[in-house]
Nanobody, 127 residues
Framework: QVQLVESGGGLVQPGGSLRLSCAAS????????VGWFRQAPGKEREGVSC????????RYADSVKGRFTISRDNAKNTVYLQMNSLQPEQQAVYSC????????????????????WGQGTQVTVSS
């Protein structure tokens, strides 16, 4: 059974950091591109970052470049999102996702490219 489980969310003060994890089970994650998305109440789901399956290259939304870093640990079948300098406007439910077949997605920030999703983890940025 294919499953993605996010963890690492929580409450952080503005300027603080969190590291999110996306752990996969039922398949080998390193063959798949993995995307991180976020959705705030009343807003559309937004692509945050993506790491490719081939060379591990990363893509980022302009709003997080220089502050977020995506990485993968194939031995642990896990992808991470290190988030630094968090601000209140980045508060959302963060989810990871993969396409249904081993591949690198074409339009990484389009949720329609992804077939499997985790349940999400809440990130709250508040003083």
């Amino acid at each position: 059974q294919v499953q993605l489980v996010e963890s690492g969310g929580g409450l952080v003060q503005p300027g603080g950091s969190l590291r999110l994890s996306c752990a996969a089970s039922g398949f080998t994650l390193d063959y798949y591109a993995v995307g991180w998305f976020r959705q705030a109440p009343g807003k559309e789901r937004e692509g945050v970052s993506c790491i490719s399956s081939s060379d591990g290259s990363a893509r980022y939304a302009d709003s997080v470049k220089g502050r977020f870093t995506i990485s993968r640990d194939n031995a642990k079948n896990t992808v991470y999102l290190q988030m630094n300098s968090l601000q209140p406007e980045q508060q959302a439910v963060y989810s990871c996702a993969t396409p249904g077949v081993p591949q690198t997605v074409i339009v990484w920030y389009d949720p329609r490219e992804y077939d499997y999703w985790g349940q999400g983890t809440q990130v709250t940025v508040s003083s």
